[in-house]
């Protein structure tokens, strides 16, 4: 038999290896279920009485007492060995017995006299079941004075077999216990090294031989650093990459012992140091604004690391999580908490539910809802940290921080128009004048005019007399934005606070074919991308939260906020589904329009309004002011362009978004008091085209988890000037309470 160790994990690997083997030659069924076998589970002895302090030492007659237990059959007998050899290579001499409990003598001379212990015995006990498997090994160190202290690497955990990977930056846990203490359980020291190719025992020395440490620095271990015994852990940084290393600790008590001997399968961890290590599992952390996924599992406890995020002051924020694990592995539990005071602080929680500045107990929840947090004076509050940390079951960590403030919107201005289309720039000719507009009307200047032109002001570069047109948002209050050469920042969440409501416009090329940076100028991604891609404060998500009313228009919304989710192959690009896991909690169409299930991109033509579009609702606008059928352009309705043809101009289909699947979404089915009732109101529907009559095309979001969102899939410029007015108008004076000066348009 090898050492107690490693010889008994070897010999449980290799009779659940004859068993298995055994039972399928013979077709056997004992302990299985419908024909599936069960593994027999490994019997479990611990060591229940030793002896207490003696006094002297020259008492050496001990009794213990031990007991065992199988989970699926019964314990037969037991074995003991008393100081087993501690090399790889060195047989035990085991003594099998029936019985629980033993008297034990030891000569005179094996123990010091003074306050130290010196000469330490070690008495290993296993049990064996009725069907021949042998227990982990429970053991003891004592001398004539003392129990000795015990320590155990937690996680990562020791293998014995090989090196752990790990990243320069690793976390390593442990436990101690001191079975006699009197004030406390725990040793009252550890001591560790950490041993390289460049010290003395060198890594590779120490691993073929770990008990060679007890040899060269027993018994006060000088040179080595020291932790409380109350630590738990311990965070070894700038590790050097393509380097081995082994780290060891041992524990003391009061007396002076330390635990017995250097194990690669307890107290000793070979670690092996690689920067493309996947260590621990991998988290993501995401709500309604924001998304992050980091790119390995690791300790990111460095604050360049941190996931920096603003969210709504005075609200509850929600935040959930995911894991991804390597391997072979599971997570076996998290931890989270808020303002640590230190990472290493391990005290409990005084209150489960309200001391949020120390770690949570380990739970496989994914979610928790933080209270609210105020704002300061200036509407910004100081930095917080939410601190997250998931463990899987070979006892690797990662931790993850949020650094967060939170903002109180002033909503001091009534209205901003965000222009996050790409339509084509003028192009300057000979004089100073601009070439004329072509391709399909309009260019990204017919469409400012379209929008919020004044109107009626002299064309430069147009034939004599060519006046504006008002567009359809003059006579209200509003700022506008184009973010075609802006940068990310400039959306900032302390810029959309100053604004109650947000027209915010999109089109589907800009979204399709947009390749650079944002902020680039042409051919940049929409602002809307840059938002909702992974890992980006989303200030529109955010402000939207905090109670802001948003218009989302134009098509090309979904696609620009989704296509960063889309699987790299196996879906067509113009559908986002939630059975492919691109249209799901977290990703802003279905966290704020509330589209859920499928949207799909397609050719279209008129939208007609919904027969469900009827209101009721309390606060509902008059759904009757809708006009009834959103209709093409044609030569009778809208006059032609300065410069444009027909074709270009009246056309008889667009791009639109859409939902292709039903999409019924009640809330109030949790809260028996309220009424169950429909919060995501279908206002219009599509009319052909390849999409085809009656998907749901522009809807009115108006439930409880955040402020109104009305969605057009649409562009509003395809239709008659007529009826996008009335739209515009339905929406911020029926529904948003805004007003207008009566200025012709």
């Not at 017995?260 to 070979?270: A, H, Q």
């Not at 140091?273 to 709500?287: E, H, K, R, V, Y």
């Not at 027969?611 to 309390?618: E, H, Q």
């Not at 309470?737 to 200025?743: I, Q």
């Amino acid at each position: 038999m090898k050492a107690f160790v490693r010889g008994t994990l070897r010999s449980g690997v290799w009779l659940c290896l004859v068993i298995v083997a055994w039972c399928a030659a013979s077709s056997c069924s004992e302990r299985g279920y419908m024909g599936v076998l069960i593994p027999n589970a490994r019997p479990t002895v611990e060591i229940t009485q030793w002896p207490a302090q003696s006094g002297s030492p020259s008492q050496y007659a001990f009794e213990f007492s031990w007991s065992a237990s199988d989970a699926d059959g019964a314990v037969t007998g037991f074995r003991w060995a008393v100081d087993p050899p501690r090399a790889a290579a060195a047989e035990t001499l085991w003594t099998a017995t029936s019985e629980n409990r033993r008297f034990f003598q030891f000569p005179v001379d094996s123990a010091g006299t003074g306050p130290v212990a010196h000469r330490m015995h070690t008495l290993v006990v296993e049990a064996v079941d009725d069907r021949g498997a042998w227990s982990p090994p429970a053991s003891v160190t004592f001398d004539a004075t003392t129990i000795a202290p015990t320590v155990a690497i937690s996680g990562p955990q020791p293998s014995g077999l090989g090196s752990r990977l790990v990243a320069p930056t690793v976390q390593i846990h442990w436990t101690g216990r001191d079975p006699d203490g009197v004030t406390s359980k725990l040793p009252v020291e550890y001591k560790y090294r950490v041993f390289s190719v460049s010290t003395a025992p060198s890594a590779a020395d120490v691993a073929a031989n770990p008990d060679t440490l007890r040899t060269l620095f027993a018994p006060a271990y000088a040179g080595w650093d020291s932790l409380p015994g109350a630590t738990t852990s311990l965070t070894l940084s700038g590790l050097t990459p393509r380097q081995r290393y082994l780290f060891a600790i041992v524990a003391f008590d009061t007396a002076g012992a330390t635990s017995p001997g250097f194990s690669l399968f307890e107290n000793v961890l070979d670690l092996y140091i690689d920067t493309n290590a996947s260590i621990g599992p991998q988290l993501t952390l995401f709500n309604d604004s924001f998304y992050y996924r980091y790119p390995s599992g690791g300790w990111f406890s460095e604050p360049s690391s941190f996931v920096q995020q603003e969210f709504p002051a005075d609200l509850p924020i929600p935040l959930s999580w995911s894991a991804a694990n390597s391997s072979g592995t599971y997570v076996q539990s998290y931890q989270w908490a808020v303002d640590l005071s230190s990472i290493e602080d391990i005290a409990p929680r005084a209150n489960e539910l309200t001391d949020l500045s120390h770690w949570s107990q380990p739970t496989t929840a994914t979610n928790v809802l933080l209270p609210p947090f105020e704002a300061a004076a200036s509407g910004v509050s100081a930095p917080h940290y939410f601190y997250l940390k998931a463990t899987d079951d070979i006892g690797y960590q990662s931790l993850a921080v949020i650094e967060f403030r939170c903002r109180r919107p002033t909503f001091e201005r009534d209205l901003l128009i965000v222009n996050d289309t790409g339509f084509p720039l003028d192009k300057l000719v000979t004089g100073g004048c601009v070439d004329r507009p072509r391709g399909t009307w309009p260019t990204s200047a017919e469409l400012d005019s379209f929008l919020v032109a004044v109107g009626d002001k002299p064309w430069r570069c147009y034939p004599t007399g060519t006046r504006s047109v008002p567009g359809i948002f003059v006579g209200y209050a509003f700022d506008t934005v184009s973010t075609r050469s802006i940068a990310l920042g400039a959306m900032s969440l302390g810029r959309l606070d100053r604004y109650r409501n947000i027209v915010w416009i999109t089109d589907i090329t800009r979204a399709r074919n947009g390749i650079n940076p944002i902020g680039s100028g042409a051919f940049s991604i929409p602002m809307l991308r840059a938002l909702t891609d992974p890992g980006v404060n989303n200030s529109l998500a955010v402000w939207i939260a905090q109670g802001g009313r948003l218009w989302l228009m134009g098509g090309g919304a979904a696609y620009a906020s989704l296509i960063s989710y889309k699987p790299s192959r196996g879906t067509p690009d113009n559908v986002f589904a939630e059975s492919t896991g691109e249209l799901v909690a977290g990703r802003f169409p279905y966290a704020f329009p509330h589209w859920r299930h499928e949207i799909t991109l397609n050719s279209t033509t008129r939208a007609a309004k919904s027969p469900r579009a009827v209101g009721g609702w309390a606060g509902a606008p008059d759904y009757a002011a809708l006009p009834p059928l959103l209709a093409e352009k044609t030569a009778a309705t809208d006059a032609l362009p300065p410069y444009r043809v027909n074709g270009e101009f009246y056309v008889t289909s667009h791009v639109a978004e859409y939902l292709s699947q039903p999409t019924r979404l009640l809330e109030g089915l949790d809260t028996p008091a309220s009424p169950v009732r429909s919060a995501l109101d279908t206002l219009y529907v599509t009319q052909g085209g390849l999409a085809g009559p009656n998907w749901p095309v522009m809807t009115l979001y108006h439930g409880d988890d955040c402020a109104p969102v009305v969605t057009s899939g649409f562009p509003i410029w395809y239709f008659q000037r007529a009826h996008a007015i009335a739209l515009v108008d339905w929406v911020l004076q029926d529904f948003w309470g805004m007003t207008r000066r009566p200025v012709a348009r």
